[in-house]
């Protein structure tokens, strides 16, 4: 059974990212996969910043690490600002990638990142549906040697999609969304994961 990781870059309480992460993971469910859903704002974790870290990583980020690590395949929610993705996702990848020295476990940084297989999503309510963001998260992912799958899809009108149990309203979005779950389970399958 493939353990897949799924979570949003927004911390915002009605984002649609957030929403999106929930109805990937009932879809990946129903497909036999044990899904955890990751609230990155339960994470204490701050702004990078070298010198704090240098008095100590932070408990929360040796948590995301554990997680991040325990789940071979993943799918990221990815908001879109100013045409990329956000900061709370690039601190976040920032600090689970960040090496910590003499840690018996974390000090090689792309530890939890190496081989993961790894899903995309986007929700906006832009006609793009935060498609750009995903440009920038792809070339991020690879550098971390991640196997990024090549099936994405990026939700458009993202206020108007979701009914209120939280499932997709339009068969073409459902069927959108479905694609990048089935492959990920597919690629995680295929990589042993
Ligand atoms: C600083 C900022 C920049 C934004 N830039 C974009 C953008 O480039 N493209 C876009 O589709 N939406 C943009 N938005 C709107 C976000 O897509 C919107 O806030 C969305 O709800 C964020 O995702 P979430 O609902 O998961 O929190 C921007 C929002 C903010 C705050």
Redesign the pocket.
């Known amino acids: 059974m493939t353990q897949l990781l799924i979570f949003?870059g927004?911390a915002?309480q009605?984002?649609?990212?957030?929403q999106l992460a929930h109805a990937a993971a009932a879809m990946a469910r129903a497909k036999g996969a044990e899904v955890t859903v990751l609230e990155l704002s339960t994470l204490d974790i701050p702004l990078y910043n070298a010198d704090l870290e240098a008095q100590g990583t932070p408990p929360d980020v040796i948590r995301l690490k554990e997680i991040l690590d325990a789940h071979p395949a993943w799918i990221i929610c990815s908001?879109?600002?100013?045409?990329s993705y956000t900061g709370l996702l690039k601190n976040t990848i920032d600090w689970a990638s960040s090496p910590v020295k003499g840690h018996p476990v974390w000090a090689d940084g792309s530890k939890p990142f190496t081989g993961k297989v790894v899903g995309l999503l986007s929700?906006?309510?832009?006609a793009?549906g935060?498609l750009?963001s995903l440009s920038h998260l792809n070339p991020l992912l690879l550098n971390l040697h991640c196997w990024v799958c090549p099936q994405q899809y990026a939700l458009s009108r993202?206020s108007a999609a979701f009914d209120a149990t939280g499932q997709l309203q339009v068969e073409a979005q459902q069927v959108g969304v479905q694609a990048v779950v089935e492959q990920v389970l597919w690629a995680g399958k295929r990589l042993g994961a």
């Open positions: 949003a927004s915002r009605h984002s649609f990212n957030r908001p879109e600002y100013n045409g929700a906006s309510n832009g793009l935060g750009r993202a």
